[in-house]
């Protein structure tokens, strides 16, 4: 396997057939039986061989993909929407095409589209990984040059350029926000445990308390999918505790629209009766009501960025891995709603 590329040869010599039988597996042919079918594809993953259809059709190995792979854990989430209009401004501008796949947050789905994606030829590849990736499902990636931009979720130990919000300052100025405008209480929504950003986020939350001078308490953590459905359930559940908090940080701003829904559900009032902050800025956030404060990251700047690493890797000829943390910002609108401090009410 010279240069770490596996080729039909190194395929036909592990599974103990011809050439010409890999070539015919690879065809989908009918002239191989099952048992020879299975044994050479399992050979194939085993080793990390992609088929490339570019390559097989046009057999111009010189000509260079104009494709960008991009790879979302949830398209559902407007923020992602935005983060592919600020990649799709960049590859446009750069004379490249994106070609854009959800996951769900589904590992196996996440290895059937980049796989996809790597047979059809693409250049480099932008991904938002699913919950629970790990490095050594970019190893094959790594092995064959390929450049890779990681967004929003590092990967620990994955060899490829990666790209993130300052988290903890977010959460930290979240925090510090509610307890100027006198809450005690404050409660963190949304997000899976087993995420390192979350864990980001959850330290940036500790360390917030602990500058106001607050105990931290586990209690007032409710992890969920950072969805807005579970947003809703996520503070219907803070709402039933008996000593309940009174205001919020959430972890993404879909989890924060859910918190409006779940409270108006209860007859409160977002930014009357309980305050809360956002995390993201997606467009929905300055146009809901009322107004989200939130920390903005500038998701279709992410995105610009994220393409400007990719291209820059591309440009080069080879795939050096480098990490970029963007810098957050408060911005301050209306769900915080009722200054704690002092008699009276005031937007914040």
């Known amino acids: 396997m010279a240069n770490g590329r596996v080729t039909v040869i190194d395929i036909a010599k592990a599974a103990g057939v011809s050439k010409s039988t890999v070539s015919l597996v690879l065809q989908g042919s009918p002239l191989v039986n099952e048992g020879t079918r299975t044994k050479v594809n399992a050979v194939m993953r085993d080793l990390g061989y992609v088929y490339n ?59 059937e589209v980049i796989a996809s994606m790597r047979e059809h030829g693409i250049s480099g590849l932008v991904v938002s990984p699913a919950r629970g990736s790990r490095a050594i499902d970019f190893k094959a990636l790594v092995s064959a040059g390929m450049p890779v931009v990681a967004v929003v979720r590092p990967v620990p130990g994955a060899k490829v350029s990666s790209l993130m919000s300052d988290n903890h300052t977010g959460l930290f100025s979240a925090v510090e926000h509610l307890a100027k405008l006198g809450h005690t209480r404050i409660a963190f ?25 607050f105990g931290y308490d586990e209690g007032l953590v409710f992890a969920c999918a950072p969805s807005r459905a579970e947003g809703a359930k996520a503070v219907a559940r803070a709402m039933a505790a008996g000593d309940r908090p009174t205001g919020g ?55 610009r960025r994220a393409a400007q690493l990719l291209l820059k890797q ?16 408060l911005v301050v609108r209306e769900s915080c709603g009722v200054n704690r401090m002092k008699p009276g009410r005031r937007t914040a």
Request: charged fraction near 20%; proline fraction near 3%; aromatic fraction near 8%.
């Open 314 to 329: 591309i440009n080069a000829g080879k795939a050096e891995a480098e990490a970029v943390v963007t810098p957050v910002r």
């Open 189 to 213: 929504f949304g997000g899976f445990e087993d995420t390192a950003i979350f864990q980001e986020r959850l330290a940036g939350y500790r360390d917030g308390l602990a500058a106001a001078g």
């Open 53 to 111: 259809r570019g390559a097989a059709n046009l057999r111009q190995s010189s000509a260079k993909s104009k494709i960008i792979g991009v790879v979302v854990n949830d398209l559902t989430n407007s923020f992602f929407a935005e983060l592919a209009v600020g990649i799709d401004l960049v590859v446009q501008d750069a004379g490249f095409v994106q070609f854009l796949a959800n996951t769900s947050e589904s590992l196996d789905r996440q290895t």
């Open 249 to 303: 940080v959430c972890f993404n701003d879909a989890v924060a629209f859910g918190v409006y829904d779940g409270l108006r559900a209860r007859r409160l009032e977002p930014g009357v009766d309980f305050a809360i902050v956002g995390f993201d800025d997606v467009i929905e956030a300055g146009t809901s009501v009322p107004a989200l404060t939130t920390i903005a990251v500038d998701p279709q700047g992410m995105g």
